[in-house]
Nanobody, 119 residues
């Protein structure tokens, strides 16, 4: 069982920055691919960014490319999302996600952290 706890959300002005953190429990963090998703009011949850367990590959939604950066520290069992040049449309609840790299590829979610960008 893996538990994910997000932090770092808050209120920021457009053009500002925030860094989200997702701390995980368990001894097998390095085995998990990690990702960030977000859900705005009235919209479906959408993919934001992901990083492989080995951290050698990262993936981003087109809407955040060049502004957001995902990273991980396997020694601290933590994944980060650095968000720069924030826009009002980035306002959402951000969720951390973990997917095991071995069968049965168990999938875990955090409780979410609110990010609000004021224009």
């Amino acid at each position: 069982q893996v538990q994910l706890v997000e932090s770092g959300g808050g209120l920021v002005q457009a053009g500002g920055s925030l860094r989200l953190s997702c701390a995980t429990s368990g001894r097998t963090f390095s085995r998990y691919a990690m990702g960030w998703f977000r859900q705005a009011p009235g919209k479906e949850r959408e993919f934001v960014a992901a990083i492989r367990w080995s951290a050698d590959s990262t993936y981003y939604a087109d809407s955040v490319k060049g502004r957001f950066s995902i990273s991980r520290d396997n020694a601290k069992n933590t994944v980060y999302l650095q968000m720069n040049s924030l826009k009002s449309e980035d306002t959402a609840v951000y969720y951390c996600n973990a997917i095991d790299s071995i069968p049965p590829f168990q999938n875990y979610w955090g409780q979410g952290t609110q990010v609000t960008v004021s224009s």
